[in-house]
C-alpha cells in the first residue's frame, strides 16, 4: 500500500472512528505523567508527550496479573481468566518501545518451535496493531541509533505517523496497518514526493539530535573477560538497588509468582520483579547466588549486552534512555557501556 497523509484537522474523527470499532489505546496524562491506557473519550490523548514513565510493554506484559483462580467446595474449580480476543489499536507508541515488543517476544512467545508459550502474552501481543509516532525532538538521554535504529524507525510498527506540521505522513508498513486503514473511513490521501521528502527531512533532523552515542561494538566479547573486574564494585558503591532501571525498562521481564487464599478461594498471581532485589535469587536452602549489590549491578549490565546477544543476537536494550532519567543517583548504562569498551 501506497504511503499516505492524513490532516492533522481529521485526526480526531480518526480516532473516533477506531475507538468505535476497536479498542482505543493511547498515551494519556495523568498527574503530571503520561501513561498508556484504553481511551474512553479520544480527546484525551496526550500526543505532545516523549516517552510515559512507564514503557507499554505493560499492555502485553501486566504489572500485576491473574494466571488463574480456584474455589474448593464439594469439587475444587479452577478457572483461567479469559483474554480479550479483540482488535486493539495502540496509538502513538514510540519506535523504541515498538522494539520492545520484539525483544520480549522470544522470552515469552520462545526461541524455536516446540518451546513453551506464554498465552496471556501471546494473545495481547497477537491482537495489538501497533501505531508509531515519529519522536520529532529527541529528549538528551535518547539513544535509539546507538542500536542501528532511528527516531522515525519502521522496522517494529504497523503503521507509524510522522508529524509535518499541518498534516502527518504515514508509513504503511505490515498487513496488519493495511488492514486497519482500509477498516477507516476514507479520510486518508496518498502521500506525495514532496510529502516524502519532508518526513525524511524530519527524521534526518531528529537523528542529529541525538547527541549521545553507546559504543556497543565488541562489547559482548569484551564483557566475557571482565566478570571478575573491579568496576563493577566501583558501579555498586553508587547504586541504591530500588530496581528503577528495571521496572522502567522496555525489555526487562522478571517476575514472582504468588499463590493468595483464603480457607475456600484464592489465586495464582504473576507480578513484575526485578534482578535487583537481593531476594530475586533468595533459595529456598537460604543460599543466594548473587549475595551482594555488585552482583546484581553487574548482572543487569551482563543480562542486555552478553547473555541478550548470545541467545537472541540482539542487545536487550532500546535506547530510551529511562534508566538514566530515572536513576536518583545518575547511574548511566551509556558511561558504563563506554567505560568497559576503552578497559584494557
Known amino acids: 500500500m501506497d504511503s499516505l497523509i492524513l490532516l492533522k484537522e481529521k485526526l480526531p474523527e480518526m480516532l473516533a472512528e477506531i475507538a468505535a470499532k476497536f479498542t482505543l489505546i493511547g498515551p494519556k496524562e495523568e498527574t503530571g505523567f503520561t501513561q498508556f491506557q484504553e481511551l474512553d473519550d479520544p480527546s484525551e490523548i496526550n500526543l505532545d508527550y516523549l516517552l510515559s514513565r512507564v514503557p507499554p510493554k505493560s499492555l502485553v506484559f501486566q504489572q500485576t496479573e491473574t494466571l488463574f483462580t480456584f474455589t474448593k467446595g464439594k469439587e475444587i474449580k479452577v478457572e483461567t481468566p479469559k483474554v480479550d480476543s479483540g482488535k486493539r489499536i495502540v496509538f502513538g507508541i ?113 537523528i542529529s539530535a541525538i547527541t549521545r552515542k553507546m559504543n556497543t561494538e565488541g562489547v559482548t566479547k569484551k564483557l566475557g573477560g571482565m566478570f571478575q573486574h573491579e568496576y563493577w564494585g566501583q558501579v555498586a558503591m553508587r547504586c541504591i538497588g530500588c530496581g528503577i532501571c528495571t521496572y522502567l525498562c522496555p525489555t526487562c521481564h522478571c517476575f514472582d509468582i504468588q499463590d493468595e487464599s483464603t480457607l475456600k478461594q484464592g489465586g495464582r498471581i504473576r507480578v513484575w520483579d526485578s534482578c535487583m532485589n537481593p531476594e530475586y535469587t533468595h533459595h529456598a536452602s537460604g543460599h543466594n547466588p548473587r549475595p551482594s549489590r555488585m552482583n546484581r549491578v553487574r548482572n543487569r549490565v551482563y543480562h542486555k549486552f552478553n547473555f541478550f546477544p548470545r541467545n537472541d543476537g540482539v542487545f536487550g536494550c532500546t535506547g530510551c534512555g529511562r534508566c538514566i532519567d530515572y536513576c536518583p543517583v545518575n547511574i548511566d548504562i551509556i558511561n558504563i557501556i563506554n567505560d568497559v569498551e576503552e578497559m584494557k
Open 94 to 206: 514510540r519506535p523504541c518501545d515498538a522494539r520492545g515488543y520484539d525483544l520480549l517476544n522470544p522470552v515469552f512467545e520462545g526461541r524455536k518451535e516446540g518451546d513453551y508459550q506464554d498465552l496471556f502474552y501471546v494473545l495481547k501481543r497477537n491482537r495489538s496493531t501497533l501505531i508509531g509516532l515519529s519522536c520529532n525532538e529527541p529528549a538528551v538521554n535518547c539513544f535509539c541509533t546507538s542500536f542501528d535504529d532511528s527516531p522515525a524507525s519502521t522496522k517494529h510498527l504497523d503503521l507509524l505517523f510522522t508529524d509535518l506540521g499541518d498534516k502527518f505522513y504515514i508509513d504503511v508498513i505490515t498487513k496488519k496497518g493495511e488492514e486497519l486503514i482500509e477498516n477507516l473511513s476514507k479520510m486518508f490521501s496518498k502521500a506525495s514526493e514532496e510529502d516524502l521528502k519532508a518526513r525524511n527531512k524530519v527524521e534526518k533532523t531528529s
